[in-house]
């Protein structure tokens, strides 16, 4: 099962994610969840630095990401990465609805 954690603060922003585990859908490799899930979460990652040139911290392994947003961004940077985390978010949502037994995700504020 692959989990998905998604931290935010008092004022419902994003300030981490991270991903854990495989989705076991399929054999490696044509496991579409698995490739949706990777997909959603690194194109994030790259769009919060490459798009929205936020600094931040992120790992990735096998079956492993995180991804840190820093405390303090500008108001229109905060909004860039709102969007591209809550866009990554819809596409997690419609994978989910899709495929239940294989991702779970707890949304929590922190």
């Known amino acids: 099962m692959i989990k998905i954690k998604i931290n935010r603060d008092n004022s419902q922003n ?29 194109t994030a990652v790259l769009a ?15 079956g492993w990401l995180y991804c840190q947003i820093p405390e303090k961004l500008e108001e229109g940077t905060r909004q860039k990465a709102n969007v591209i985390l809550d866009t990554m978010l819809v596409g997690i949502k419609g994978t989910m609805e899709m495929y239940p037994d294989y991702i779970k995700l707890l949304d929590k504020e922190v």
Not at 50 to 58: G, L
């Open 14 to 42: 994003i300030t981490s994610f991270s991903v854990k585990g495989h989705a076991y859908a399929a054999e490696p490799g044509r496991d579409i969840v698995c490739a949706s899930v990777s997909i959603l979460t690194q």
């Open 48 to 62: 919060l630095y490459e798009v929205a040139d936020i600094d931040i911290i992120y790992e990735m392994d096998d």
